[in-house]
């Protein structure tokens, strides 16, 4: 596989235990890797709310997930499909 640009490797790995890690990576088949991919995007969804929930801690766990969305919709998508965006979401919004 070849990428847009150069794989940055990780400072904390020892060159030898990176070998093992790429090789273990290179015979994962298709299903494997999209499994993994699916797993640490789920990990990453679910870190993101822990740490909206710190943030708006009165917030209902639709607003929470509404405010995850909004990170990859606009606002007003969200708030069409939805009926409720945060307050500062509305001001961040393109356009007049």
Known sequence: MRYAGPVTR???TSPEIQ???D???RRMTEEQKF???M???AMLRALTLDHLREQHPDE???QLKIRLLLRTVSADVVEKA???VPPEAKLHR???
């Open 35 to 37: 499994a993994r991919a």
């Open 60 to 62: 209902t766990e639709r």
């Open 82 to 84: 939805f009926g409720w």
């Open 19 to 21: 070998a093992r890690m």
């Open 23 to 25: 090789d273990a990576y």
């Open 10 to 12: 990780a400072r904390d």
């Open 39 to 41: 797993g640490l995007s």
């Open 94 to 96: 393109d356009g007049p």
